[in-house]
């Protein structure tokens, strides 16, 4: 299987975790988002929507979406388990990685920064201004969902790492890189923390990727 991405995509980020999560190892292509590697004829054959990351299996599928991706890896490979057993937890697990996905990162991404410099005339200033106010209130968000937990477990919703840590650590890798300040959002920190010190998410980090630039 083939899989695509770019070293600082934060939904490739999501994939390289699962697919280490799961000790799978698929082939790497890379495609420079900076440069719009993404727009190229050759990849938008692959995904139409020109759009990291996708992933082509073995079986001559190809799935874009992060998500389906990690699903698609969930069905394949069931162990570990991204998902919890019991339908309520199973569904907050899934609400939380769908804030992150469908809430907070398009607004960061970077044809959307892109448009507001271009179109709306935003310098870097504003486009960092834009970037903090709503990934900075989805993970405020984020960590208010975490503090009314039933238990306080040291991953998102359980004893070891599951779906909603596989969206949250690229989540805030990304706040990061806008100067998010999460010192008000103790869970997030800590639950970071914990993930980055397993070495399934440290190699997936982007500085660690082939295609890393600093
Ligand atoms: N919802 C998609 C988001 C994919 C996405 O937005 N990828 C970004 C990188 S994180 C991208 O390819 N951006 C290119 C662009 O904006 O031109 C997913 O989860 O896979």
């Known amino acids: 299987m083939r899989f695509h991405g770019y070293f600082r995509s934060s939904a490739a980020y999501r994939c390289r975790i699962a697919f280490n999560l799961k000790g799978v190892h698929p082939q790497l292509s890379f495609h420079h988002l900076r440069k719009g590697e993404q727009r190229a004829a050759g990849y938008l054959a692959i995904n139409p929507q020109g759009l990291v990351p996708a992933l082509e299996t073995d079986d001559g599928a190809v799935i874009a979406q992060s998500l389906a991706i990690i699903e698609w890896l969930e069905e394949k490979f069931p162990q570990p388990a991204f998902l919890p057993r019991d339908p309520d937890r199973r569904a907050e697990v899934r609400a939380f990685a769908l804030a992150i996905a469908c809430e907070i990162h398009p607004l960061q991404n970077l044809r959307v920064l892109n448009h ?15 970037c903090r106010k709503w990934v900075g209130e989805g993970l405020a968000a984020c960590e208010a969902v975490l503090a009314r937990r039933a238990q306080a477990w040291p991953f998102c919703f359980g004893d070891r790492p599951g779906l909603a840590d596989i969206f949250l650590v690229p989540q805030a890798f990304s706040a990061d890189r806008f100067g998010v300040d999460l010192s008000a959002m103790p869970r997030i920190r800590a639950i970071r923390a914990a993930c980055e010190a397993m070495p399934q998410f440290a190699d997936a980090h982007p500085s660690r990727q082939p295609d890393a630039e600093s």
Do not use: N, S
């Not at 507001?116 to 834009?130: S, T, V």
């Open 116 to 130: 507001l410099r271009d179109e709306f005339r935003q310098d870097q200033a504003g486009l960092d201004r834009w």
